[in-house]
């Protein structure tokens, strides 16, 4: 009778010691694998860091061992990229300072007079403020600046980071007089008596003047950072724009384990970092790459330093200006074409658009994998979107800038021109993909805001009723793509993230509720339940 039993038993046994061991099995689950047919799944198994089965339930639970997660039903993601950040900026941002969601110039000088009680330092730094949200959407004056802060030097952004407004401190610091001229940027002067505002490269006079910040500071601002996108469901940052200096902090926490956040990390256009990749080459890890650099055309569109064709319309004087001479982006590009590395230029308003699709076409040459960028692509002439597809060039677009500033972009564009802003389908449509982000600090760090804007067009209040421009809306495949896989293809990385598929990284998110299925007016408010990288639980809500 025993042996009758045992013999029973051993298609059991068979069965449990054949499974193969993993580390962890997401099950009961509705899986958005952002592969190539975007296929829905049920469950994905996870073994050393990378997803190494795809499909039901029934199927992973019988065919491995492990940690099981019953995802209860929900809508199961890539890890979402963002394309365009500011990551190590940001996480400064959360020691400085916060002037975002401010009506007034007076709400402002409160918010700085309760900081300088909480916070002694040299200077007072602050980021966010924004005129084109105030009732006088004018630049304020640092008159009453000057009055509470008399022997302390303020420097506050705005929140694009292309203006500042400074006290007479700073000022004087950093030797800066009435009338003074800086290529590519503006001091303003009013009847003979500097103001306080600075644009674009006027910024740096006062820049230079404040200490940099110290190993131990570069660390928190990069942790601090880091909680913050787990939380939004982030699993890995394009950082646009920092110094060589930080990419040994950056490598040093990853290989400590502590940042595990991925970075894409584009180098700054200046000589120091030119020499420092060119000397060591591309730098590439699991969870750092280093192998692009990050120019600027020209500045931003609210503050009037986007480089116009014709002039702007609410200021008939100006057309906005470069930010360097034309010479250098041909210099910069031939140079990065012949060492090999990616060009991302910052470009917003649509002749610096045009001057750099012309400099990218002379290099390019018509079809290519180089995959060079236009970071924003904002305001593009109708005549220039297909330069984008007949050399390859890659939008990177952030959808929240088309909802924040379309209160008062057709005041500065006037009705024609504004057609060609925040053009996301026309861009989409001359490559067959597009890069989404939001870069952040300059709008929210939350990609279901980037997701809701690229597809709804509207603000979180609902408005415009019909949505803004809407022909430039983008499906929701298509947004979902541009977080996640188009995304990580604007980085090369296309073969190793940005979808849930055999082979790749286990970055993934569980959400609250269907980004596929949602009303629109409910995609906005979608949480994050967990948020994974490499298969290790980084967040849990």
Partial sequence: MKKIFLFALLPFLFACSSKQDADLIIHNAMVYTVDDKFSVAEAFVVKDGK????????DMLDLYSGEKIDAGGKSVYPGFIDGHSHFYGYGQGLQNADLTGTKSWEEILARLVTFSKENKGEWIVGRGWDQN????????DNQKLNELFPNTPVVLSRV????????????????????????????????????????????????????????TQMQEALLDAQKNCFEAGLTTVTDCGIDHSLVPVIDELQKDNKL???????????????????????????RLNVSSFKVYADGALGSRGACLLQPYSDKPTSTGFLLSDKRHYAEIAQLLADKGFQMNTHAIGDSANREILNVYAKVLKGKNDRRWRIEHAQVVNQADFKSFGENNVIPSVQ???????????????????????????????QNGWIVLGTDFPVENINPMYTFYAAVVRKDMKGFPEKGYQTENSLSREEALRGMTIWAAKGNFEEKEKGSIEKGKFADFVI??????????????????LKTFVNGESVYSR
Avoid: C
């Avoid at 009435?178 to 103001?195: A, H, R």
């Avoid at 120091?272 to 060119?278: G, I, Q, S, T, V």
């Fill in 260 to 286: 595990k956040m991925r970075v894409y990390a584009m180098l700054s256009d200046n000589k120091p970092n030119y020499d420092y990749l060119f000397k060591n080459g591309a730098f590439k890890t699991d």
């Fill in 511 to 528: 959400l609250d509720q269907d980004l596929m299925k949602a009303a629109d007016a409910e995609l906005f408010k979608i949480k994050v």
């Fill in 399 to 429: 959808s929240t800038h088309a909802t924040s500033d379309m209160y008062w972009a057709g005041d500065r564009l006037g009705k024609e021109r504004v057609k060609g802003a925040y053009a996301f389908k026309q861009l989409l449509d």
């Fill in 133 to 140: 949200d105030w009732d006088v959407k004018e630049f304020p």
């Fill in 51 to 58: 997803i190494i089965d795809v499909g039901k339930s029934k």
């Fill in 160 to 215: 694009d980071g292309h203006a500042v407004i400074v006290n007479k401190k700073a000022l004087d610091l950093a030797g800066i007089t009435p009338g003074q001229k800086v290529s590519g940027g503006e001091i303003e002067t009013i009847d003979g008596k500097l103001t306080g505002i600075l644009v674009d490269n006027a910024e740096s006079l006062v820049y230079s003047k404040i200490p940099g910040a110290n190993k």
